[in-house]
């Protein structure tokens, strides 16, 4: 017998119970006792009666080199773990909210280089991007963005580099990063990307 049915059996028990002090017995506080068995043992019926699902954890994208053969293909990759693993759209959006908590991200792949978009993902605090949406002086997005590449969330190259392939996908640029620049476990690291050289955007200013 699982613990659903003992449960349940308990809850019959309490109602039937209630029923009878309010058949049998003639004393108030005794029948206001019953009642609220009779309540409780009914929501508890009800409440055991909604089917249960396990709750789970997102299921983590694993990253295997071998099934990419295109940067394509890395996008794929770059987009479920933008929206899983990356924890990217906790805080982002991709079109306009007034609720964003942080910078849009719909065309961010045409604004910015891929050298850039890099940097922005593991070096965030370079340049604070500031939020021009409301009247006034413009001010820092309420969440600050983490460090991607380290605890908690602990992005590895090949992920960052999908996750770049995603945006630029998204924006309708073409794709910048090439299957060659992923590290091959095993294999000495590719050359790593450099840092951006080029001056920050309209939204962003040096930290």
Known sequence: MSEVVKLQLIGLMIVGSGTLILLLVRAQFVRVVGFVAIVLGLFTLVALSVPQMASLPPIEEKFDIATVKTPTDMATIGQ???????QCALCHTIGPSESARCPDLKGIGAKLSREFLFESLTQPQAYIYLDYRH????????????????????LSKNEILSVIAFLQQMS????????????????????????AQSGPVDVAQAH
């Open 135 to 154: 009247e006034g002086q413009p001010k820092e997005y309420p969440a600050r963005m983490p460090y991607i590449n380290k605890n908690p969330i602990g």
């Open 80 to 86: 479920k773990i933008f929206f899983s693993k990356g």
């Open 172 to 195: 309708g640029e073409p794709i910048s990063v090439n299957v060659a620049d992923l590290e091959v476990p095993g294999h000495a690291p590719a050359t790593p990307v450099k840092v």
